[in-house]
C-alpha cells in the first residue's frame, strides 16, 4: 500500500511516494538521500536516528513516513546556518564529543530540543521540587541525554559539550 | 512488516467504525509501541487508523475541580502541566520516569495506557507465548524470571505492565473515556487493565475497537503530597524492577488517608488496597509502613529469578512513605 506524502527536511519541501511501512527514519535516508540521522537499534532504544519533528527531538525510526504527512523536520545538518555549525555542533567539536561520530547527529539534535524543553522550564526525573526553576547540572544533562547512547563511550565529553553550549 | 493500509479519520466515530469492523485493524498514537512491535512482527495490522490528529491534545480543569487529558496529549506536555505538577507530582513524576524525552514527545496518554508487555517472550516470535499466541504456552515460567510478575499472576502468563503513568493514575483512581461501537463509557483506573487469568491476551476489560478519547483526573487534595519512586537496573532509561506510586496525609504523626499503588509487580498496575486500610488510622512510623508492605505482599508468589522484588517493594513503599511523611512535617 502506498501514500503519496509531503515533507519539509531542512528547509527543503519534498513529495514523495511511500510504502505506507516506512519509517520517517527510512524515507529520509533512503528516499530523500538525507543521511545525518543514523539507523541505530531501529526500535526507539538508542536515539542515533534523533531529529526534530516541528521543533521537538523525537526518535525517527519508529515514526511512520505516512503519519507526518506536510511536517517540518530539521536533522543535524539542517542546523548548520549559512555554512556555519550550530553553536551546539560547534561545542561538540570543540569538546571532542564523539569518537567514531555515528551518535553525534542524533546527540546534536537532541540537545537542541533538549535545551529547549529546559528553557520552557520542563522538569526531569532529576529535578528538586517540581515548582522550582530547573538549573541545568551535569546531573540534569545526563539524565535528559540518557536517549542517547553512545557506543563509543565519549560521555564525559558530550556532557561538557552540552554544558557550554547551554551557556 | 506485514502490508498495511493507512487512514486518518477526521472524526472519532468514523475511526471507532472502521476498527471496530476489522479483525484487523488497530488504532496508532504515537506509535512507539506499535510500530516496535510490527517490526518485531509481534502484531500484524493490516489497517492503521490515526487518532493521534483527530483526539484532544489539550489537559482542561474542569468546573468541578477535574483535569481532562485529551486522549493525544503527548506525555511530555502531560508531565510538565503546571496544574499537573503542582497538584499530581506523583503523574509527573511517573511519566518523567518513563522512556526518554523523545520517546515522550511523541506518546500519547491513550497509547502509553494501552502499550504491552516487554516480556522478553511476547517480544520473540521463535518462543512460544499465551499472550502473543493463545494456547502455545508460557515461556517465562520456567525462563528468564527477573521481570515475572509477583501478584495475581496465571500458570498462563506471568507477564508485567510496563507503564509507569498508569501506576500513578491507578494510584489516583483516574477515569478514562471510551468510545466503543454502543457509544460512549467510562472505566475506572484500577479497573481498566486486567490480571491474566485463563485470558493473557486481553490486557484491558476493552473490547477490539474500543477508543480512549481522555482520561479524568479526580478532584484530590491528598494528591498535592503524593510522589512516584521507580527502582529499576540502570538509574534511567530502562522499565521498572518496581515501582511505588503513593499518597499520603497526615496528621500529628497518624495516617489519615493514604493511595498506593505498585509497578513492576503484577500484570496490571497493583492498587494496593490493602496496605492503604493497614496504614489508614495507624502510625506514620517506618514500622507501620513496612508492615503495610508486607500485608499487601503478603500472598506474592516468587521464583529464584524475582523473590527480591518482595523486599524492594516494601522497602521503596516504606521509603516513599517516609519521604512523603517528612515532607508533610516541613
Ligand atoms: C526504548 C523504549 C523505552 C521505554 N521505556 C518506558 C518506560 O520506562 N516506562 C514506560 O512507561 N514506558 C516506556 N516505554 C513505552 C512508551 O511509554 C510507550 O511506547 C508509549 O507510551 C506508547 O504511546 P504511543 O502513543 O506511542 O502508543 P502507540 O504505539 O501508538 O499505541 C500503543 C497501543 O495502544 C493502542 N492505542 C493507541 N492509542 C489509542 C487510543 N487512543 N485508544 C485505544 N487504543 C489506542 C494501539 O493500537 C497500540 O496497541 C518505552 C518505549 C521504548 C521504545
Ligand atoms: S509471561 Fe505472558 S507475555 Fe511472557 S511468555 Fe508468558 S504468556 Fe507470554
Ligand atoms: S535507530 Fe532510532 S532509536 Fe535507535
Ligand atoms: S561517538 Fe561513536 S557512538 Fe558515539
Same mark, same amino acid.
Request: with cysteine; charged share 25%; aromatic share 4%.
Given at each position: ?19 505506507? #511501512? ?67 555542533? #560547534? ?71 552540552? #554544558?557550554?553550549?547551554? #551557556? | ?95 518523567? *520516569? ?99 487469568? *485463563? ?132
Amino acid at each position: 500500500m502506498e501514500a503519496t506524502i509531503t515533507l519539509y527536511v531542512d528547509g527543503g519541501r519534498h513529495d514523495l511516494t511511500v510504502d505506507t #511501512r516506512t519509517t520517517l527514519l527510512d524515507a529520509l535516508r533512503d528516499r530523500l538521500g538525507v543521511t545525518s540521522p543514523k539507523k541505530g537499534c531501529d526500535h526507539g532504544q538508542c536515539g542515533a536516528c534523533t531529529v526534530l519533528l516541528e521543533g521537538r527531538r523525537v526518535v525517527s525510526c519508529l515514526a511512520l513516513a505516512v503519519a507526518h504527512d506536510g511536517a517540518r523536520v530539521t536533522t543535524a545538518a539542517g542546523l548548520a546556518e549559512e555554512g556555519r555549525l550550530h553553536p551546539v555542533a #560547534r561545542a561538540f567539536v570543540d569538546h571532542d564529543g564523539f569518537q567514531c561520530g555515528y551518535c553525534t547527529p542524533g546527540q546534536v539534535c537532541s540537545a537542541v530540543g533538549m535545551l529547549e524543553e529546559v528553557a520552557a522550564d520542563w522538569p526531569s526525573h532529576v529535578t528538586e521540587g517540581l515548582d522550582a526553576p530547573v538549573r541545568l547540572s551535569d546531573e540534569e544533562i545526563r539524565e535528559r541525554m540518557s536517549g542517547n547512547l553512545c557506543r563509543c563511550g565519549a560521555y564525559v565529553n558530550i556532557v561538557a559539550a552540552i #554544558r557550554e553550549a547551554a #551557556r | 512488516m506485514k502490508p498495511f493500509d493507512y487512514s486518518r479519520p477526521a472524526e472519532a466515530s468514523a475511526a471507532v467504525a472502521a476498527v471496530a469492523g476489522d479483525p484487523g485493524a488497530a488504532y496508532i498514537g504515537g506509535g512507539t509501541n506499535l510500530v516496535d512491535r510490527m517490526k518485531l512482527g509481534v502484531t500484524e495490522p493490516t489497517t492503521l487508523v490515526d487518532v493521534r490528529n483527530l483526539l484532544s491534545d489539550r489537559i482542561e480543569e474542569l468546573p468541578d475541580g477535574r483535569i481532562r487529558v485529551g486522549g493525544a496529549v503527548p506525555n511530555s506536555d502531560l508531565a510538565a502541566h503546571p496544574e499537573v505538577r503542582r497538584r499530581f507530582p506523583v503523574l509527573s513524576q511517573a511519566l518523567l *520516569a518513563g522512556a526518554s524525552g523523545q520517546l515522550r514527545n511523541v506518546a500519547t496518554t491513550g497509547g502509553n495506557l494501552l502499550q504491552r508487555t516487554r516480556c522478553v517472550y511476547f517480544q520473540n516470535r521463535a518462543m512460544p507465548c499465551n499472550k502473543r499466541e493463545p494456547g502455545t504456552g508460557c515461556s517465562a515460567v520456567e525462563g528468564y524470571g527477573r521481570y515475572n510478575a509477583v501478584l495475581g499472576a496465571s500458570e498462563h502468563c506471568v507477564a508485567t505492565h510496563p507503564s509507569d503513568m498508569a501506576v500513578a493514575m491507578t494510584a489516583l483512581g483516574a477515569r478514562a473515556h471510551v468510545l466503543g461501537p454502543a457509544g460512549e463509557r467510562t472505566v475506572d483506573l484500577p479497573g481498566l487493565h486486567r490480571l491474566p487469568g *485463563a485470558e493473557p491476551e486481553r490486557d484491558t476489560v476493552l473490547e477490539h475497537g474500543d477508543l480512549i478519547t481522555a482520561v479524568d483526573l479526580p478532584h484530590l487534595p491528598l494528591a498535592l503530597r503524593s510522589t512516584y519512586r521507580k527502582v529499576r537496573n540502570r538509574a534511567s532509561y530502562a522499565f521498572a524492577l518496581v515501582s511505588v506510586a503513593a499518597a499520603l496525609d497526615v496528621v500529628d504523626g497518624t495516617v489519615v488517608d493514604a493511595r498506593v499503588a505498585f509497578g513492576g509487580l503484577a500484570h496490571a498496575p497493583w492498587r494496593a488496597h490493602r496496605a492503604e486500610e493497614a496504614l489508614r488510622g495507624g502510625p506514620a512510623t517506618e514500622e507501620a509502613f513496612r508492615e503495610a508492605g508486607r500485608v499487601e505482599l503478603a500472598d506474592a508468589d516468587t521464583g529464584p529469578d524475582n523473590a527480591f522484588k518482595v523486599p524492594m517493594a516494601v522497602n521503596t513503599l516504606a521509603l516513599v512513605l517516609r519521604g512523603l511523611t517528612d515532607e508533610e512535617a516541613r
